[in-house]
């Protein structure tokens, strides 16, 4: 079974830094790529970084680029979202997805861990 464990919320003041895991099981970690996708209250999921595997191809958000760094650790099937100066607009709940065929989309998910950054 595919499995993704994210990890590493937690609350944190503005400005702050937290690095979330997302481990993965059950597949070729080589074969997919690796998001982080986050939902906060009453908004719409939205995409904020991903990662290919195979070669380390990465994506941002605009709302996250120069904060945010993900990054893999194939021999552990990890990927890691070092999240620097963090804004009361990044509270949300974090969520990690597998992506078939090295696209960046949400074919498998794991459970989501939550942000919070107070002002």
């Known amino acids: 079974d595919v499995q993704l464990q994210a990890s590493g919320g937690g609350l944190v003041q503005t400005g702050g830094s937290l690095r979330l895991s997302c481990a993965a099981s059950g597949f070729t970690f080589d074969d997919y790529a690796i998001g982080w996708f986050r939902q906060a209250p009453g908004k719409e999921r939205e995409g904020v970084s991903c990662i290919t595997s195979s070669d380390g191809s990465t994506y941002y958000a605009d709302s996250v680029k120069g904060r945010f760094t993900i990054s893999s650790d194939n021999a552990k099937n990890t990927v890691y979202l070092q999240m620097n100066s963090l804004k009361p607009e990044d509270t949300a709940l974090y969520y990690c997805?597998?992506?078939?065929?090295?696209?960046?989309?949400?074919?498998?998910w794991g459970q989501g861990t939550l942000v919070t950054v107070s002002s």
């Open positions: 997805a597998a992506g078939l065929y090295g696209l960046c989309r949400g074919d498998y």
